[in-house]
């Protein structure tokens, strides 16, 4: 009787709708059967002459098969409601496919049978991008343990297994942490400054809670509001410190769900992974595949852009301060200066950035933003309407090219209670050719946190979200756009960290380009477009008093660097911090606050990896200068950049791509003198891949 478990199906597209909850763990558990009868029968066919198609095809096959399957469940569990029967089979499918991964990297004849590959003088000819391939193959092989004694193995999978807890542990604190704290507002008054889009959403959570009124929650959209606009400071002062120092030992919740011990351990963990690995401390094994070299660079570059940027963090904190006086503030408090920041903006040029949103309506900006990609880069989004999906309000975008099919974009706009606060994209499928010869093609999930408009209404975007959007409307397009016709090169996920944020990085760029602003930007009601005055002045206000955003990147980054510099049992986590945050103290946080805690990068897959964003920021700003120079909408340089930048595979490094799109060596740009240090704009470290 045929099998008619959907995640067991060929797909081209999820079967969102068709999926159950008693799918999930028979499909995981077919699949890793079917993978273990392969990769054992592989290795008896081909353990002596090996070739590419029965060994390295096959096996990305097996791989394939499970990470698309696990990647709709992920993406299921992500962004639906799931009840607690779907979490813990989620759950379970997470532990069958970490155990199989496990099992597959630590298997010594597998390895053997890519090295006779490799060796083979059939490899000889092959070309570099076959070759790189073999070589991460063994590398990540390698880096899993395989060339380890059994009893190191063991110890391996132990300390993984442990690690994964922590990590898990980590953000289930911070989410409890999270939920723990509310704060029940009666008196509009004290919500002023909010806009209504922020007040509507106050009231529904007050409503869900069973009380009339506001009701504040710590996530990261309401905490950057409040920062920014609320005039109550007693309000922000408070909603400050209960963020702040959320999962710690100190704040309204103290001791309760403390992450400090945890992370100690974690560190200590992950140090002794490193050395059992022959590293000599953690940072070093998680740079492998980098296109940086050395942890020791990194502290270089980061070192070096700090001393770039303290110039102007130094003036800009004096201006606040100055301005500060002027509001009859005797003090610029932590929780004053994203407030005052916003105020100075909107002074600096005649409020240049008020009802800016309505420029920028959801729908109208989202279906110019596909017509400027299709004639930048020669292909087609074709925004599909009958689909499968998760939510009503998931679109579809198939991307064609030549009259082909190359790829699908889903873009999910809203946030929702049971999703994460942040943006994000997230694929499901990497391009490949198997052994067939036929070619699976790429999809990319574009999720967004906006707050769904009123009824009827559109949601307009803050410029923030522009950015978020254009941010990743590159991961996306840099996913489906690959030609490289390999599983292990092909798609964002195969990427280093710090060449994966960079297409994401130059594409917000776009958001701060004059002649890009002044062609997207129409009035949602009028039609009406922006002038050139209020476009300058916007970019102006946007631009000004950015340093406090690269002192906290720059902060964060060299904190997780020297956690990972080689920090054993001893480590004491808020020590680390301060001693970082001694190199800044012009971010002037109070001595109780507890940021450490609930950094979720360090627990993400962004550990000893969070200077990629500013690494990759520099690389995305000079990058940008052609596109300023050659005008944004040159098509020439929209196709150049497809070809020479998002087409290739990892076989060929960024800075290679680079390089051949600009013409010029671009490496020494990461560590430029002094002298151009002011050419180096902020960005935003609060956006994912
Ligand atoms: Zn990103």
Known sequence: MPNTNPLLQNWDLPPWQSIRVEHLVPAIEQIVTDNRLAISTLIDSQ????????LVLAVDETDARLDEAMAVIQTLDTVTRPDNAWRQAAAVCEDISAQYKIEKMSNAALFRTYQTLAQSSVAELFDSDRKTVLNKILRALRRA???????????????????????????????????????????????????????????LNAQQAGHDGWRLLLDEVTYTQVMTYAEDRALREEYYCAYTTRASDQGPHADQFDNAPLLQ??????????RLLGFENYAQLKLINRMVESPEQVKQFLRQQTALATPAFEQETQAIK????????????????????????????????????KFFPLDATLRKLCEFCERMFGIRMTELTMFERWDDSVRLFEIS?????????????????????????STLRNRRRNAEGRVPLPIAVLHANFSRGAAGQPYLLTHKDLRVLLHELGHCLQHVLTRSPHYTLSGISQLGRDTAEFAGQVFELFGLSREF?????????TGERLSETQVDNAIASLKAYDSGATAQLLMSA?????????????????????????????????????????????????????????????????????????GVFNLQTGKLFREKVFAPSDSRSLLDSLEAFLERPIAADLFPPTAELSSVSARSPRLRT
Not at 187 to 193: A, M, P, Q, S, Y
Request: aromatic residues 12%; proline residues 3%; hydrophobic residues 40%.
């Open 558 to 630: 060299m904190f997780d660097l020297e956690l990972h510099l080689g920090q054993g049992e001893s480590c004491d986590v808020q020590q680390v911090f301060d001693d970082v945050l001694r190199d800044f103290p012009h971010l002037n946080l109070p001595q109780w606050s507890r940021l450490a805690n609930s950094f979720d990068y360090l627990v993400t897959g962004y550990e000893a990896s969070v200077y990629a964003y500013k690494w990759s920021g520099v690389l995305a700003t000079q990058t940008f200068k052609r596109f300023e120079n050659d």
């Open 145 to 203: 343990g395989v060339e380890l004694t059994e009893p190191q193995q063991q110890e391996l999978a132990k300390l993984n297994l442990e690690i994964g807890a922590l990590e898990g542990l980590f953000l289930s604190q911070l989410k409890w942490a999270s939920a723990s704290w509310s704060k029940r507002i009666d008196d509009v008054k004290h919500l002023e400054g909010l806009s209504q889009d922020v007040l509507d959403r106050l009231a």
């Open 401 to 425: 090219e030549h009259g082909r099919v190359i790829g699908h974009i889903y873009v999910d706009p809203y946030q929702r209670k049971e999703a994460p606060d942040f943006a994000g994209t």
């Open 517 to 525: 602003l002044l062609w997207l930007a129409a009035h949602y009601q």
């Open 322 to 357: 100055n301005f500060a006086l002027t509001q009859g503030f005797s003090s610029v408090e932590p929780w004053d200066h994203e407030f005052l920041v916003a105020k100075l903006r909107e002074t600096h040029k005649g409020f240049a950035l008020k009802g800016l949103r």
């Open 265 to 274: 351990m974690l560190v200590a963990m992950r140090q002794r992974k490193a």
């Open 47 to 54: 353990s002596t002459y090996p070739n590419w198609d029965d």
